[in-house]
């Protein structure tokens, strides 16, 4: 006899299967909709003041309805969990003979007998009272089917094998799916969905998935955007220029940054705000691209100059999207332009994306004054300061003492004025504390060897004093390091991952940047001779007090005396920029001190030693080998 298969019934497995199936979808999504996304500083809620703000409520619907699904599933899986916890699932109870008589398994037969009397005589319906009669009957039934089983050859041999006196028997086992689903009347149904699950839902999802996987590229950037960067940039090219081709970028022609024909009349009214404020301000007058012309990257280009020209817009939908040009340009600047021109050294080129970067994050324009970052500044008032005081940068505003910072800015009113000095001095004023280029164990650096250049960067008004340092690091300070203390600047070397501890960035101060920017650096090391960057630029993000940095490269293979230029360039403030000249000198191996001998204390064995006998051995048995060796040379 075969299994026979039943459905549940009653659903006490069915909630077994849902609940599984459940789990596996829901906690997968829970954790991707609340973690997997908040990798970026734009993301994380801003703590400075702010004058631009996103409209996050159309963002915010979509994630409310996810939430509201995932919530529904969560509770769905507390009530099958009670379910399942509270349902009773009840198991075949197994007949066994030797348990209704009473007797241990294997026991003779003259056992089993006396148990059957016995259990005859006390269940035996004449034995017991008249409303007893009736579970009598069926007592003294399974006893004599018990009896009957252990007593006849074929009949035990059936139990032993099969569990049942009978032989054989069908086996039921139950699948963890209500009859509903194979019932006659709705399997139309149930192939209809599994055809549209299978045969619709799932090759459309994976199809997209796998559509848009192939049209970015890992750091979530276009390829037909990468494309037009590469095709387009050239080593010697303005910033107007670069800021053209920014936005060429294929971001901008979908979604909500798309043109759509409703919002000509609003971009040319921007369009003529923008015209009165550069004339005065930039003495240009700004214009469509004569080389991009597409209607996406017009309205990119107007959203980021109104952005640069701290333009108001009255249409919220135009002032939400540029806020969301302006995030998307700072991505493609960072992740897209930098790749491409770090790729060919660039330096001139790379400093320029740089600056840009500022600019977004700042909201200001190429020839705009430090000072135009302060609160209550503006940029007509910036020009008034430069000519009337002279004042042009934050670094020489805080330079100044309290009388002359008040006088100075004395175009601010008093809160104006506290405000404008609070913020100054939250920016950060780094400078180069140490600049070396060094072999480590040479005192010279001599052609194609390897040189290390060690740079220690400093927040000069940095809240933080004390610099953190790991569990058992040295204090050895490399501005202490004399340049040809090698045996020092070797020790440094070697230490300093034990020496490098991270630090959490601070955020920038940038009100007409909607969302959080943590402020960072970038360090490059170029040639001053070809304007070629010698490595890529390093991305430094946890620059609090204080951080040393080493790089790595070879050195020319001329021996000739070098100028490089080593740069620290901040990605979201202007005018912070620090820049110093550094030479190298390649000069020939042979002034290199004489290489110490190196001193053999193997001594030779003693001659009764076991090392003495081994070594005399292998001499004969070579000097054997030799000798056949000649004898054979002469024969």
Same mark, same amino acid.
């Given at each position: 006899?075969?299994?026979?298969? #039943? ?34 500083? *734009? ?72 148990? !059957?009397?016995?259990? @005859? ?21 399974? %006893? ?14 059936? !139990?032993?094998? !099969? ?22 009347? #709705? ?17 459309? !999802? ?7 996987? #192939? ?10 955007? =990468? ?61 469509? @691209? ?50 491409? *021109? ?11 994306? =740089?600056?840009?970067?500022? =600019? ?55 809160? +104006?004025?506290?405000?404008?000095? +609070? ?19 040479? $005192?010279?650096? *001599? ?7 060690? &740079? ?8 933080? $004093?004390? &610099? ?9 300070? /490399?501005?202490? /390091? ?15 991952? $034990? ?34 960057? &010698? ?13 040393? /940095? ?10 000739? *005396? ?19 000249? %550094?030479?190298? #000198? ?35 048995? @070579? ?13």
């Amino acid at each position: 006899m075969g299994a026979k298969y #039943t459905y549940d019934e009653s659903g006490v497995t069915f909630f077994y299967y849902a609940l599984t199936v459940l789990s596996l979808v829901v906690a997968p999504a829970t954790i991707y909709l609340f973690v997997g996304k908040r990798s970026t500083d *734009t993301l994380k809620k801003p703590k400075t003041p702010k004058v631009r703000f996103r409209n996050t409520r159309s963002k915010s619907s979509p994630l409310k309805v996810k939430t509201a699904l995932l919530l529904g599933g969560w509770a769905l899986i507390f009530l099958l969990s009670y379910k399942v916890k509270t349902t009773e699932i009840k198991e075949a109870e197994r007949w066994d003979p030797y348990e209704i008589l009473g007797i241990d398994n294997g026991e003779s037969e003259d056992v089993i007998k006396r148990a !059957y009397r016995k259990l @005859s005589l006390k269940w035996h319906p004449d034995k017991v009272e008249e409303d007893m009669k009736e579970k009598a009957g069926e007592v003294m039934a399974e %006893i004599g089917r018990a009896y009957k089983t252990l007593t006849n050859a074929e009949a035990r041999d059936n !139990y032993e094998k !099969y569990g049942n006196p009978d032989g054989m028997q069908t086996q039921s086992m139950g699948i963890a799916l209500p009859k509903l689903l194979v019932e006659a009347h #709705t399997s139309p149904f149930v192939l209809a969905l599994y055809g549209l699950i299978f045969g619709f839902v799932m090759p459309f !999802y994976v199809g997209r998935w796998w559509y848009n996987s #192939t049209r970015y590229q890992k750091d979530h950037i276009l390829n037909t955007t =990468m494309a037009t960067f590469f095709k387009n940039i050239r080593e010697h090219i303005s910033q107007r220029n670069l800021i053209e081709l920014l936005t060429a970028a294929s971001e901008f022609a979908e979604g909500d940054l798309k043109y759509d024909a409703s919002e000509e009349a609003a971009l040319n009214a921007l369009v003529e705000k923008i015209q009165n404020v550069s004339r005065p301000h930039a003495l240009e007058n700004f214009a469509q @691209s004569k080389k991009f012309t597409s209607k996406d990257a017009w309205k990119a280009n107007v959203l980021l100059h109104s952005h640069f020209f701290r333009v108001d817009i009255s249409d919220s939908r135009l002032a939400d999207q540029q806020q969301q040009v302006v995030m998307t340009a700072l991505t493609l600047v960072h992740r897209g332009l930098l790749q491409v *021109t770090t790729a060919h050294n660039w330096y001139n080129c790379s400093a320029l994306l =740089m600056s840009i970067s500022q =600019m977004l994050v700042q909201g200001v324009y190429l020839y705009d004054a430090p000072i135009i970052q302060l609160p209550g500044i503006t940029w007509k008032t910036q020009h008034t300061l430069y000519k009337e005081n002279n004042l042009y940068s934050v670094n020489q505003l805080m330079r100044m003492p309290s009388p002359e910072q008040r006088e100075a800015l004395s175009l601010l009113n008093d809160k +104006q004025f506290s405000e404008a000095i +609070q913020v100054a001095k939250t920016i950060p004023r780094v400078e180069i504390a140490r600049a070396m280029l060094t072999v480590v164990g040479d $005192k010279a650096i *001599t052609p194609s060897s390897i040189v290390t250049l060690i &740079v220690k960067l400093r927040i000069a008004n940095s809240k933080s $004093k004390i &610099v953190p340092r790991k569990k058992g690091a040295s204090v050895i300070d /490399i501005e202490s /390091i004399d340049s040809d203390d090698t045996v020092a600047i070797e020790s440094y070397v070697a230490n300093y991952k $034990k020496e490098t501890v991270k630090q959490a960035p601070s955020e920038a101060y940038c009100p007409y940047f909607a969302g959080r920017k943590d402020s960072q650096w970038w360090l490059c090391f170029a040639s001053y001779q070809s304007g070629k960057l &010698v490595v890529p630029p390093v991305r430094v993000n946890d620059l609090e007090s204080e951080r040393v /940095i080493l790089l790595q490269f070879q050195a020319p293979p001329q021996k000739e *005396t070098y100028r490089f230029h080593v740069s620290v360039k901040s990605d979201s403030y202007i005018g912070g920029d620090v820049l110093q000249e %550094i030479q190298m #000198t390649v000069v020939d191996r042979s002034t290199l001190p004489p290489e110490p001998p190196v001193v053999d204390d193997i001594s030779e064995p003693e001659e009764d030693s076991i090392a003495a006998q081994m070594a005399q051995l292998r001499g004969q048995q @070579s000097g054997a080998r030799r000798g056949a060796d000649d004898s054979s040379d002469e024969e």
